[in-house]
């Protein structure tokens, strides 16, 4: 097992010992609550602190729908299987409702909201006219063939549309990988009988088999994480990084980041937590794990550790970029990363906010570091309205131009009300969104009288 030797941010010396890579031990169970808790209780702080009416806050809080429901597949052995999805349109104050389809062996009413609502704040902070929504199916991918997944997720939209259109609400901007991303296309242009490209983002493009939008988040987040390397003074070639979950946001960030530099010493997955001292090789790590069914486990250049340990390893950021509240009122105090940014929804529990606070560590909120997703999606619909071609730079550019500018602002924030970037970070998102309901009286008449101060 690890252990440190020196802590000097400059030179961290691990003592290691090599476990058992032949265990098969899958990662500790995570400690959850309910992560919309935690959401709400940040979206309540901002909207006290700009005094906003109480009807206007349940108005945010409530969901403007949600559903979930049963559908029927048949299976490629000619048995039929019956699946679990929801769907939950947060917000559509500022626009359409936005979000993602997700396919998970777990998830539930109260995580789908939460996902929802992290899309509405997230869009609101960076000026986005959606509103947030998410969409999952309750499933094991690794047990589908990919005829089985894609019967399941046509199903599943027209279970979907079937409930969503008849009450004549916007449709959904659906955003996944391809080839999710054509079956969503094909699907809905044909129950609308007409090409509905900007409906679906995260679509393969002829020169571009990896989507812009699936390399986007991670981008944005190594973006955020060098600001806020920069912002304490770190050298990226000086600094080092542990990162949890080499999924999509994990391993771009990995990538992105290693190639500026930055140290990447720890990495995990749901198998395995590995650890290197003198910085993995990020592009070998990556073909490792598409080679191995996307999993770490095994990888040869490396120690074992355990999952929890890498969370508290003295690096210079740490990047939580799995799951929902990863970091609990029960680890927080242990960890010595001075700067986390927050690549995942939600890793970080609403009470480690206050040990965290108490020890000056520097949280690069999840509104503002995972939001290149949600921006790329926006650019992407523009192009396809605006039926414009713009190239990756030119895509990149305009994200990075919104990413630089809410970290500056949520830093001059943080410093006047002398609070933490995430509660700067919510501020804004919560007054640009009330701004724009306020203007937008097409989107929510009904709203204006309900956004009135206190005083
Ligand atoms: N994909 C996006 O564009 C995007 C955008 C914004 C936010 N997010 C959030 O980022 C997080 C990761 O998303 P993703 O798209 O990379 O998902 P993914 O399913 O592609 O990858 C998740 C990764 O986390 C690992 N993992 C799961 N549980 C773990 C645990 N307990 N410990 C360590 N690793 C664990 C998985 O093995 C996998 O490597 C989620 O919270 C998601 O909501 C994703």
Redesign the pocket.
């Known amino acids: 097992m690890l252990s440190v030797a020196d802590t000097d941010n400059n030179t961290l010396t691990y003592r290691v010992q090599l476990s058992n890579m032949s265990t098969g031990r899958k ?2 169970p ?1 400690v959850t609550g309910n992560a919309y808790e935690s959401l709400t209780a940040r979206f309540r702080k901002a909207a006290n602190l700009l005094q906003l009416s109480d009807s206007f806050i349940n108005e945010l809080e409530a969901s403007v729908e949600e559903i979930s429901f049963l559908f029927t597949v048949e299976m490629d052995n000619g048995n039929t299987e019956t699946f679990t999805g929801y769907y939950v349109i947060h917000s559509t104050l500022a626009g359409p409702a936005k979000g ?1 389809l ?1 396919y998970v062996t777990d998830t539930d009413e109260d995580t789908t909201r939460f ?1 929802a609502g ?1 899309i509405t704040w997230k869009a609101a902070l960076a000026g986005i006219p959606f509103g947030g929504a998410k969409g999952g199916i309750v499933c094991d991918t690794t047990r589908l063939s990919k005829t089985e997944k894609e019967r399941v997720t046509i199903a599943y939209i027209n279970a979907l549309t079937a409930n969503i259109h008849t009450r004549n609400n916007t449709a959904g901007n659906v ?1 996944n990988n391809a080839p999710v991303t054509d079956w969503l296309l094909d699907e809905f242009s044909l129950q609308h009988g007409a090409s509905l490209h900007a409906v679906v983002s995260g679509k393969r493009t002829p020169n571009d088999s990896n989507s812009v ?2 390399q ?2 991670g981008k944005g987040i190594s973006l955020v994480t060098l600001l806020a390397l920069e912002a304490k003074k770190k050298r990226p070639k000086k600094s080092s990084a542990a990162i ?8 771009h960030t990995a990538l992105y980041l290693w190639e500026k530099g930055v140290k990447i010493v720890a990495v ?4 395995t ?1 590995l650890f290197n001292p003198e910085g993995f090789h990020i592009p070998d790590l990556i073909a490792y794990s598409e080679s191995n069914g ?2 770490l486990y095994g990888y040869y250049d490396a120690y074992e550790i355990l ?1 929890g340990e890498l969370l508290t390893l003295p690096v210079d950021v740490l990047i939580p ?4 509240h ?1 970091i609990t009122a029960g680890n927080a105090a242990a960890i010595k990363a001075p700067v986390i940014v927050e ?5 970080i529990h609403a009470e480690a906010d206050v040990i965290l606070q108490r020890k000056n560590t520097f949280v690069i909120p ?1 509104l503002l570091a ?1 939001a290149g ?2 921006i790329v999606s926006y650019l992407e619909w523009l192009q396809n309205t605006l039926h414009q071609p713009w190239s990756t730079e030119q895509i990149f550019q305009r994200m990075e131009t919104i990413l630089h500018k809410n970290f500056t602002d949520i830093v001059e924030t943080a410093d006047q009300i002398r609070d933490t970037l995430r509660t700067a970070a919510w501020l804004l998102a919560v007054k640009r969104l009330t701004d724009t309901a306020t203007v937008n009286t097409a989107i929510a008449p009904a709203l204006q009288p309900a956004y009135s101060q206190k005083n």
């Not at 995990?268 to 198998?271: G, H, I, L, T, Y």
């Not at 970029?321 to 929902?324: D, E, G, L, M, V």
């Open positions: 990662t500790e995570v993602g997700y996902l992290c955003l939008r699936s986007a988040t949890q979950g080499f999924g999509n946001v994990g391993m995990s997955d749901a198998d937590a996307n999993s999952p970029a799995a799951t929902q990863v690549a995942a929804n939600g890793p999840d995972n997703g949600i």
